[in-house]
């Protein structure tokens, strides 16, 4: 489970400041991806880049930015975190074959709260 | 109405127990099925993958799709207290990066 490091692990900040969370791999994939885990909402998708230069939105990516620094590493941003913020963030890669289908490994998460 | 659907639980068993953990989707076009477990403050691992309808066994473990009822099933046999966790289903339309999860059940094995 440490081929996919997040740091920091938790972190607690105000509204209205910027924070970045940092993911690390060292599977060699080319694909990742950040979520949030909500209690009854599951993980739901905000970013997912296929390789450095190829970044996307995912289902809520308003109040998020993503910056892909290399192929193991990707980071998410809050621009002006607020308290709506607060939840797990999940960073993942994948390891997509052809006709084999999509399997994603996770990282340990990141806590955030935003007071 | 959500696209998958899965109960939050506790589901509390003991130890031995068969376990079935369940989601049903309304998304007729989903093909790829894939069971997560999540232990407390860890990351989701996946578990089982399957496509299309059909069983898929691993150990103690069997997942079950049936898509005519839009409908998946994990069972795990002679549960055992490490099992304890929350369960993930997710599945995706295609061989795609898209993966639509359920909230999670979350499983107590008792000793």
């Known amino acids: 489970d440490a081929d996919v490091t997040q740091t920091p692990r938790n972190r607690i900040t105000k509204t209205g400041k910027r924070i970045m969370l940092e993911c690390s791999q060292t599977?060699?994939?080319?694909?990742m991806y950040w979520y949030r885990q909500d209690p009854g909402l599951g993980l739901r998708l905000i970013y997912y880049s296929f390789d450095v230069k190829d970044i996307n939105k995912g289902e809520i990516s308003d109040g998020y930015s993503v910056s892909r620094q290399a192929q193991a590493k990707f980071s998410l941003s809050l621009e002006s975190a607020i308290p709506n913020q607060t939840a797990l963030y999940f960073c993942a890669t994948s390891d997509w074959t052809t006709g084999g289908g999509e399997t994603q490994y996770f990282g340990p998460g990141t806590r955030l709260l935003v007071l | 109405q959500k696209e998958v659907e899965q109960d939050p639980g506790p589901l509390s068993v003991p130890e031995g127990a068969i376990v079935s953990l369940n989601c049903t989707y309304s998304n007729s076009a989903f093909q790829y099925f894939m069971w997560y477990r999540q232990y407390s403050r860890k990351g989701p691992e996946l578990l089982m993958y399957t496509y299309s309808s059909g069983n898929k066994e691993d150990g103690r473990f069997t997942a079950q799709v049936d898509k005519s009822s839009k409908y998946i099933s994990l069972f795990i046999r002679d549960s055992q207290p490490s099992d304890s966790a929350t369960y993930l289903c997710a599945m995706s339309e295609d061989s795609s990066y898209k993966l639509i999860f359920g909230s999670g059940t979350r499983l107590l094995v008792r000793p």
């Open positions: 599977k060699g994939h080319d694909r």
